[in-house]
């Protein structure tokens, strides 16, 4: 059974084979009364809850008046945002919609470089939809993005390398104790030679 995240945006599958009319029924319960079809790979709405093999559905449009249905687990997969989006250089005010479509509402406006947010470039109607940077989800004129081809990499996990603690003592080695027996040591040096060439001289 599949194990979808509380609020996550979910996808129909691409493969709809054995399904009536290439389409994934949509039910007012689990084992219910068909209610609908979705088309398969469409963003259907967020994930509600799992009871055995269905899965609950907030529907993106609702469907026969039911603003929820329930779908086979199966026929899911959730929604995954790979890739960055920007806007395109020298675009200012780019609507950022809470649907595909130009009389929807706009939620904000972007302007030419910045990130737009992440997707895996689902369209409807000539709108990417996005994950948006900064938190939420909408749509974006497909004109006006440019996709980026470098995917977010994952997150290791490991040892941290953590920078020196200054404020730690250290220990100093105090070489000091080694400096008489040096000077001893020296001085004994020295003395012998003296003597020796002192025994030589008198030769």
Known sequence: MAA?????????KADSTNTPNGAFKVFASAN???IGTLKPSSYVGSFVQSVGEWTQIRLRNPISGNQY?????????????PYNYYIQNGRTGVNVRNAPSLTSGVLKKLNGGMLAGKSDGYNENGFVFLALNGGGY??????YITRSNVTAQPTTTGTETRPPDLSAPT????YRQFL?????FLS????LMLVRYAIKFQE
Do not use: M
């Open 32 to 34: 219910g009364k068909a």
């Open 180 to 184: 008489l027996p040096g000077i001893i």
């Open 188 to 191: 004994c040096i020295t003395l």
């Open 138 to 143: 909408g749509w974006i004129s497909a004109d």
């Open 69 to 81: 249905g329930w779908i086979l687990s199966d026929k899911l997969v959730q929604w995954q945002a």
């Open 4 to 12: 979808f995240i509380g609020g996550a945006i979910l996808k129909t």
């Open 171 to 174: 220990e100093t080695k105090d």
